[in-house]
């Protein structure tokens, strides 16, 4: 796999997962 | 029936539907967001644009278009909601007072019914081919190389070897609005919620077990060491940045958020309807929209595309990629499995999959003329859901019958496109200048649970309509006027054209019809 493409593949699976690890962990920590 | 609250001035909706939990609201717009299109519509476009430097107007539109737009909607759904209201007349027409608006916001009711009339009938096709994955029909037809002829077969396009006739086709369809008005009728907490909250995890364990099962592919043909798993990936992420400059890769970008997210459907409004003043909408929003990206790109940028690119290489990718949604969906993918071991299973798991996209999906488009008939007219739910399931009955009749005519495709341009657009344009207008910012931002920030970083009250504001109006305005020259002049359309087909927008315009006098009848029962109230 060429290096840009994995950077790119890296970076934007990163943002994704760090957004829903973020969301899921703000959704999780209240109480309903 | 809503209430007046003697203290407050404003009407109450003593009675309404509520959500259970904080969680359930996100999985129910996140499953009304996650559909076909993440699984089937992403990845092409992604493919065909430039691969890797797709992702970045992808995310550019994500944040300036995709997010505001998503927190507009729940707001403005929310703040219905405190009056009653869970449909877009009555809800803009109550924070704006413009009769001329609280008309033209039918199409928020609108929309959605028109998607829902031809979305039952694919859904319903995935239900059969997971059956048909199972039996091994489609294991016979992919060994035949006739998953073509088998898909036209069972639409009822053409009678063949394989089906005689349509009628299998409508049986499954017929399930499958059944199934769907289930939910409805279990109601939103009941039902929506209960079915998002069990659908939607599964949905991503399927998935995460088909990429699984894709991304350990290898080699499958060692006469073919190229068609690799490494570089089915590296086909999909190498950016071409050369297509940055090009102004249709952005409109691609920008439209597959657009779509991807449900925006403009009035489908998030009627959802957001059933919270409470008080719950957040700023974390809620993002939640869902981040599990639609993770779906979206993540997921669906992991399954077709690679796997084409495995089996059959990178020129037929690019034209598989080409050939539209439903060849993929239909008859490209059970290729693919029906060539790898455990192929059933794994190709019903995929059906499986489509049909719990489409079903979440498919119950937030009924939702919203389930609201209307509910809080404007009163009605009770068995009621409404009688009138719903016969209406949707009888409206989907002429898409299943006529579906190569271009009846399907036409009321997908109309409301999955056209209005859509205009609507969303309408919401974001309506919030940022009508309303006005300061009140809107105010009420967007009204019980969040994460501080929203102030520059969105400047992109909901001014880049985001912007960025509307250039869609907008774009697709009208590109699309809209050649589609509407009946561009390169056979002559045969005409005829059902002009049905089809002849029953669209019948069903908007309807509407209109309907929302003068409300405001004539149920004068508002001051506010």
């Known amino acids: 796999m060429s290096m840009s493409a994995a950077i790119l593949m890296v970076a934007v699976w990163g943002i994704i997962i760090a957004l829903c690890v973020f969301c899921f962990y703000k959704v999780f920590s209240k109480k309903d | 029936m809503p209430q007046v609250d003697l203290t407050g001035g404003a009407l109450m909706s003593k009675g309404r539907e509520q959500w259970g939990t904080k969680l359930g609201v996100i999985l129910a717009v996140a499953g009304s967001a996650v559909g076909l299109g993440n699984f089937l519509r992403f990845p092409t476009q992604a493919a065909l644009g430039g691969g890797g430097a ?6 550019v539109s994500f944040l300036l278009l995709g997010i505001p737009l998503m927190w507009v909607e729940w707001s403005l759904g929310r703040k219905g909601g405190e009056y009653g209201h869970g449909t877009a007349p009555a809800i803009l027409y109550k924070i704006t007072g413009s009769r001329f608006i609280k008309y033209f916001a039918s199409i928020g009711i609108i929309i959605p019914l028109l998607i829902l009339f031809y979305y039952a009938f694919i859904e319903s096709w995935s239900l059969a081919y997971a059956f048909f994955s199972v039996s091994g029909a489609l294991t016979e037809a992919a060994g035949k190389n006739e998953l073509a002829e088998f898909l036209h077969g069972y639409q009822g396009v053409v009678s063949n070897q394989y089906f005689d006739s349509i009628w299998l086709a409508y049986g499954f369809f017929v399930v499958t609005i059944v199934v769907n008005f289930y939910f409805i009728y ?3 907490s009941s039902g ?43 086909f999909v992420w190498t950016p071409d940045f050369s297509v940055l400059l090009e102004s249709k890769v952005w409109l691609s970008a920008a439209g597959q958020i657009f779509f991807t997210l449900s925006l403009g459907m009035g489908v998030i ?40 690119f495995i089996f059959f290489g990178q020129v037929q990718t690019v034209q598989i990629a080409q050939s539209g949604s439903f060849n993929i969906g239909f008859v490209t993918m059970p290729n693919i499995f029906a060539n790898m071991p455990g192929g059933p299973v794994f190709a019903s798991l995929w059906f499986i999959l489509l049909f719990i996209a489409g079903i979440t999906s498919s119950v937030s488009m009924i939702q919203p003329a389930v609201a209307f008939l509910e809080d404007e007219f009163g009605f009770s739910r068995k009621k409404t859901v009688l009138i719903m399931f016969g209406l949707t009955f009888l ?78 305005g774009t697709w009208t020259y590109q699309m809209f006027i050649p589609t509407i002049m009946m561009k390169g359309v ?16 019948a069903i908007i006098g309807v509407m209109m019809y309907l929302i003068k009848i409300t405001t004539e029962k149920r004068p508002e109230v001051s506010k």
């Open chain 2, 192 to 234: 929506i919620e209960k079915l998002s909250k069990i659908a939607m995890p599964i949905l991503v364990v399927i998935a995460i077990l088909l990429v699984g099962r894709i991304l350990t592919l290898g080699t499958p043909d060692p006469l073919k060491p190229d068609q690799s798993v490494m570089n089915a990936l590296n």
């Open chain 2, 54 to 59: 797709f992702m970045i107007p992808y995310l």
């Open chain 2, 395 to 472: 409206a989907c009749q002429p898409v299943i019958f006529f579906m190569k005519y271009g009846f399907l495709d036409e009321l997908d341009f109309w409301g999955g496109t056209v209005f859509l657009t205009i609507f969303a344009t309408l919401e974001i207008v309506v919030f940022g200048w009508i309303y006005g910012i300061d009140k809107g931002w105010k009420d967007l920030n009204e019980g969040a649970e994460i501080k929203i970083p102030s520059i969105f009250r400047f992109i909901i504001k001014y880049i985001s309509p912007l960025f509307l109006f250039i869609l907008l």
């Open chain 2, 186 to 188: 279990k109601g939103v």
């Open chain 2, 490 to 505: 056979p002559d045969e087909n005409r005829p059902y054209i002009w049905g089809a927008r002849i029953f669209i315009l």
């Open chain 2, 269 to 308: 409004m009627t959802y957001a309807s059933y919270l409470k003043k008080s719950d957040d909408i700023a974390l809620s929003g993002l939640t869902a929209s981040a599990t639609n990206e993770f779906c979206e790109v993540i997921l669906g940028g992991s399954l077709i595309i690679p796997a084409a």
